[in-house]
């Protein structure tokens, strides 16, 4: 395996194309294809989803597609993060503490310009959590992480990652925060939605650099699990 600029990255060629398609299938075309099947589809059979079981039935197709198809590099991944195990738990801690930083100093910022700092996504989020902490829980510390990780550092960070350092950081950062706002952007655009997705740049940097030192992708997944819980269980209260 090489190592690029301090980066350890096994993905293949193959691999690196699935995962781009895929990245685009992911934050478009099943947001469409569920919600045809939930509106069309389901109430012919008798039954309707509701928002917390749409959530993981998205996680739920994006985990096994990646398993299916991403698997070996998962796996090599994986045996990264064996080998370097001190890499992945400084990485891990370091990148926790720079996102509490960094997120506080941008909501402290946007503090000055937004009446309230609860960005529609986080609202949604919110909201489900309460209703159904247990099924979040499911979503937001096992699937969600590996899903997003993976796509977001592996393949977008990781395949820009091996041509030019501040395209890999700037892409894929900039694809994250847009990954979780795109259909509020749509639906209810606003100024106020644009300085919203600057609540993301935080966890997209950090998540990215985790990956970049931590010499696995499993680094930036094992952070994105603990961001998750943190915030699920203060949720929750």
Known sequence: MKKKSGFLHPMNKVEAIVGWVYVFVHMFAMVFILSALNNHVFPAMGFQLGSTWLNLLYYAVGFFFLLGFLFHFLRESFSDMCANISNTVIAVLVGFVAYIFLSGLV???????????????????????????NKMLVIGVLLAPVVEETLFRGVVFGTLRRKNAFLAYAVSTVFFA??????????????????????????????????????????PVFLHMIINYVSITVTIG
């Open 107 to 133: 909501n402290f910022l946007l503090s000055f310009f937004l009446t309230d700092l609860v960005n529609p996504n986080s609202a949604a989020v919110n909201h489900i959590t309460k209703l159904n902490p």
């Open 178 to 219: 847009f990954y979780h706002l795109w259909q509020d952007l749509i639906l209810n655009f606003s100024p106020s939605m644009l300085l919203y997705l600057l609540q993301y740049l935080p966890a997209g940097l950090v998540l990215g650099w985790c990956y970049d030192h931590g010499k696995s992708i499993w680094a």
